[in-house]
């Protein structure tokens, strides 16, 4: 299995059951959900930005919360 780009495959729909399934608590599940979406990206090199695009899937990588929420993620 090649986990080198694993991050970008996780889809927030599938983490809300994950969490659901888990009995996690109401205000945690919303909390992480509202770090899964509604986010928006973009790319700048030397100070030339590029158009802003809809991120849909996937998680934030170099944050404390990806890796642990990736590891639910596989774990089902």
Request: charged share 20%.
């Amino acid at each position: 299995m090649d986990l080198s780009a694993a991050f970008d495959v996780l889809r927030p729909g599938i983490m809300t059951n994950i969490l659901q399934e888990m009995q996690i608590s109401h205000r945690l599940a919303h909390a992480i959900q509202d770090v899964l979406t509604n986010r928006k990206i973009y790319v700048d090199i030397d100070g030339i930005r590029s158009d802003t695009k809809d991120m849909k899937i996937g998680c934030v990588q170099g944050s404390i919360l990806g890796p642990r929420l990736f590891t639910l993620y596989i774990r089902n």
